[in-house]
């Protein structure tokens, strides 16, 4: 398949290097021209993946009508609350019968809707056209071809089949799941949770409030996945725990690095000054927060993390709220 990366930030202009590497015909679209002819010149990205050289065969444009000509995958990798905006202007330009696949992590504002939601309904593409990507995915690792794995989420297990051969390579090992719904939202959640285990971090607290919150926050995901329909099982793998795990133990993750500059006492209107790269927690969490009210499930990290990044919530309050919470005996996604 000949495949269009739309969006040249950090995450799609890996994912677009390894579709390269798997032998994947591929062009990069870039938001910003300049960008683009940099990286078709020189093939490096020194902003997002300094000290990367970029596959000599992948293509790079400012203009999405160029990339997306003749593109039967089409990967959407712009940040989550502009995905509307821009799939609506590159409708017209994408193939009737191209596949859509979505690297973005988070649930938009508003709606409530996951990506692959988005997706169909900008598109009117069946389910069954759309897949995502999720996991384990730090960019900059990943851009220097160490080993990871990622997940291939699909309701058409043959689509998803397709999709794992045509990222395949030595480093990057995909595995598929026909459960979206839980995929997408152990890729969106985890980055809510990351900036909690940041602001922990940033305030000095140990491994153990920060294995609590990995905890904690994973059964919230998995609150909320069972209320919409997801597979538990989903949780426990690449997807869920896998995700979680990277994003909130890596200095490398946007979410736990902005959550760390909070704890520290940064102020959140000069973290956010200061932020060149999307955090999808950010705007998420509100969207989450809201998706979970809807459905009547608990999220009291979820809850506290929305405060501090939209209702003025001060850190040290948000503490004592998820401190100061009742004992419960412990169950499985309780």
Same mark, same amino acid.
């Given at each position: 398949m ?14 677009a290097q390894v579709?390269c590497?798997a032998?994947?015909p591929t062009?990069?679209?870039c938001?910003?021209p300049?960008?683009?002819?940099h990286?078709? @010149?020189?093939?490096t990205?020194?902003?997002?993946l300094p ?5 000599? @065969?992948?293509r790079?444009?400012g203009d #999405?009508?160029?990339?997306? %000509?003749?593109?039967e995958m089409v ?7 502009s ?5 609506? @202007?590159w409708r017209d330009?994408i193939?009737a019968?191209a596949?859509?696949l &979505? ?9 409530g809707?996951r990506m692959?939601?988005v ?5 009117g593409?069946?389910?069954?056209? /759309?897949?995502v990507?999720?996991g384990p995915?730090?960019?900059?690792? /990943? ?5 990871c794995?990622?997940?291939?989420? !699909?309701?058409?297990e043959?689509?998803a089949?397709?999709?794992?051969q045509a !990222?395949h390579?030595g ?10 719904i839980? !995929? ?14 940041? /602001?922990? #971090? ?10 609590t919150?990995i ?7 998995a609150?909320?996945?069972?209320a919409l ?16 795990v990277? %994003?909130c133990? @890596?200095p490398?993750?946007?979410?736990r ?5 909070l ?8 973290v956010?000054?200061?932020?060149t790269q ?5 705007? %998420?969490?509100?969207s989450v927060r ?9 999220m009291?990290?979820t809850?506290?993390i929305?405060?501090v990044?939209?209702d003025?919530l001060a850190?040290?309050d948000?503490?004592?709220l998820?401190a100061?919470? &009742?004992a419960?005996?412990?169950r499985?996604?309780?």
């Amino acid at each position: 398949m000949k495949a269009a990366v739309l969006g040249g930030g950090s995450w799609g202009t890996t994912f677009a290097q390894v579709l390269c590497d798997a032998g994947t015909p591929t062009v990069l679209w870039c938001r910003r021209p300049e960008l683009a002819a940099h990286i078709e @010149s020189t093939h490096t990205s020194p902003q997002y993946l300094p000290g990367v050289t970029l596959p000599a @065969s992948l293509r790079a444009t400012g203009d #999405a009508a160029e990339a997306l %000509s003749g593109a039967e995958m089409v990967v959407l990798a712009v940040p989550a609350q502009s995905l509307r905006q821009n799939l609506t @202007s590159w409708r017209d330009l994408i193939a009737a019968d191209a596949v859509l696949l &979505s690297l973005i992590k988070g649930i938009e504002l508003g709606t409530g809707d996951r990506m692959t939601q988005v997706i169909g309904e900008v598109t009117g593409a069946p389910q069954g056209r /759309i897949a995502v990507i999720t996991g384990p995915n730090l960019a900059l690792e /990943i851009a220097a071809r160490q080993f990871c794995a990622t997940v291939v989420a !699909c309701a058409d297990e043959s689509l998803a089949e397709r999709l794992q051969q045509a !990222c395949h390579t030595g480093y990057f090992r995909a595995y598929t799941n026909p459960d979206v719904i839980g !995929c997408e939202l152990g890729g969106a959640v985890k980055n809510v949770i990351a900036l909690a285990v940041g /602001i922990a #971090a940033g305030m000095g607290l140990g491994d153990n409030t920060k294995a609590t919150l990995i905890t904690r926050g994973l059964a919230e995901i998995a609150r909320l996945g069972t209320a919409l329909g997801a597979d538990q099982h989903t949780f426990s793998g690449l997807a869920g725990l896998g995700d979680l795990v990277a %994003s909130c133990s @890596s200095p490398l993750a946007r979410n736990r690095s902005f959550g760390e500059k909070l704890g520290q006492g940064v102020p959140l209107a000069e973290v956010l000054a200061s932020t060149t790269q999307t955090v999808e927690g950010v705007k %998420s969490s509100q969207s989450v927060r809201q998706l979970a009210r809807d459905h009547g499930v608990e999220m009291p990290i979820t809850e506290v993390i929305a405060g501090v990044m939209h209702d003025g919530l001060a850190i040290t309050d948000a503490v004592l709220l998820l401190a100061s919470r &009742s004992a419960k005996p412990e169950r499985y996604g309780v």
